[in-house]
């Protein structure tokens, strides 16, 4: 596959008044949960909340379980905060089960950024970091899933240079969702991170 380098024509939108991108602690746990089950919500359950969505969502982002990121070595989360409130986080697996051979090995188990807050430069100011983080880790390269029929944030990951490399099939609570998988390879010049 050939490799797609970030658009450099395009504006780069700049972060709110008084941002911050830092890695989360426990005062963020609350806040995490709420943005999640938002953000996923939005994505998966256009027509309604199924009883197996409102399952998958408050067992997997229940501030129970982002303590548990919190505590596992080989994770990272970042935040991306402003006096406000949260506006989106970054979940990295830096030891990660790849999802096909070569699609590497550290993986961006969730970026998301609060539809309110998206255009603004959130996302990629959280995936300069998550670039960062990978390199320091030694890494060349990192993959992601994302739901097939999420067009604005394939559009998003395509602009800063991720290249779909395969589909993969989301398992929850007796549902699924068609997902792509998308990578980043670090060792070219690609995506600035200054």
């Known amino acids: ?14 972060l709110p ?16 949960a709420a943005l999640s089950i938002e953000v996923w919500l939005d994505t998966y359950a256009l027509d309604g909340i199924p ?3 409102a399952r998958h969502v408050l067992r997997t982002y229940s501030p129970q379980a982002f303590a548990g990121v919190l505590q596992d070595p080989d994770k990272r ?9 949260l506006l989106g986080y970054l979940q990295l697996d830096l030891e990660a089960k790849p999802v096909q051979p070569g699609s590497g090995t550290v993986e961006i188990e969730t970026l998301y950024v609060r539809r ?8 990629c100011k959280l995936l300069e970091a ?41 398992d929850f609570e007796g549902g699924s969702a068609p997902n792509l998988i998308m990578t980043r390879d670090l060792s070219d010049a690609g ?3 200054d």
Request: glycine letters at 10%.
């Open 17 to 32: 008044p008084n941002a911050e991108l830092r890695d989360a602690t426990s005062a963020d746990l609350d806040a995490l």
């Open 77 to 85: 989360l970042i935040v991306c905060r402003t006096d406000a409130g």
């Open 51 to 53: 009883d197996n969505h």
């Open 130 to 170: 998550a670039c960062r983080l990978v390199r320091q880790a030694g890494q060349p390269k990192f993959f992601l899933t994302v739901y097939e029929g999420n067009e604005k944030a394939i559009g998003f990951y395509k602009a800063q240079g991720l290249i779909e490399e395969g589909r993969w099939t989301f």
């Open 191 to 193: 995506l600035k991170t």
């Open 116 to 123: 309110h807050h998206q255009g603004m430069g959130v996302g």
């Open 1 to 14: 596959m050939r490799k797609v380098s970030p658009r450099s024509d395009t504006p780069k939108p700049s």
